[in-house]
């Protein structure tokens, strides 16, 4: 299996504009996550999904930031307008509650530097 | 909510056994899970603990004890690449997984 892939890997962009960071997870899993990484706050999730469906987004900053999944092999998480506060990294990560431990599994993360 | 406590550092000597300590406060608990995060890459994961006791996996093992709201990762034999930050996640009832700030252990020679 080719793990959790993320895309873009790396993304600058300016203060003001649409940034959409995309995720497929590993194939069978029915959760996914969405987390933030900085310094300052370490690790934080920012919403979860169980079988495409939106299940806690009480983590989302504001309303600037949405998270959609259409399907279950594929997640976006979309920062609109982006501010230089939002400049972290992304991760994705899935797993299975089928398995009895529910592993997350991570992506490599999109870094996001906003100027 | 829930809140996690871990040391923010902590250094070691190569070969040596170091322990590194979590505690919690859970709004239901339904597990434990400890994760390895080297500079610049993603976290994966170590151990997973959901019952009393001590869990063991080759040079690492995980211990939970639930009454005390407590566990600890015991690294033995300590290599250079263990250098990395250790994350304490624990995951409440309604399937949330809160994740503690991380301790970053340096192994030194």
């Known amino acids: 299996d080719a793990g959790v892939i993320q895309s873009p890997r790396h993304e600058v962009t300016e203060m003001g504009q649409e940034v959409t960071l995309r995720c497929k997870p590993i194939s069978g899993h029915n959760s996914l996550f969405w987390y933030r990484q900085t310094m300052m706050r370490g690790l934080e999730l920012l919403i979860y999904f169980n079988n495409n469906v939106p299940i806690d987004d009480s983590g989302m900053p504001e309303d600037r930031f949405s998270a959609k999944m259409p399907n279950a092999s594929f997640s976006t998480l979309k920062i609109q307008p982006s501010e230089p506060r939002d400049s972290a990294v992304y991760f994705c990560a899935s797993s299975s509650n089928r398995a009895s431990q529910e592993t997350q599994y991570f992506g490599p993360g999109t870094r996001l530097l906003v100027l | 909510g829930q809140n996690i406590d871990q040391p923010t550092e902590m250094t070691a000597t190569e070969g040596a056994i170091v322990q590194i300590n979590c505690t919690y406060q859970?709004?239901?608990?339904?597990?434990l899970f400890w994760y390895q995060q080297h500079a610049g890459e993603a976290p994966t994961f170590l151990s997973y603990?959901?019952?009393?006791g001590l869990e063991e996996k080759g040079r690492f093992s995980s211990f939970l004890s639930r009454s005390k709201g407590y566990s600890y990762l015991l690294l033995k034999e300590l290599q250079m690449k263990d250098s990395a930050s250790y994350l304490c996640?624990?995951?409440?009832?309604?399937?949330?997984?809160?994740f503690g700030d991380g301790t970053t252990l340096t192994v030194k020679p």
């Open positions: 603990n959901v019952l009393d």
């Open positions: 859970t709004s239901g608990f339904n597990g």
């Open positions: 996640a624990v995951k409440d009832g309604a399937g949330k997984s809160t």
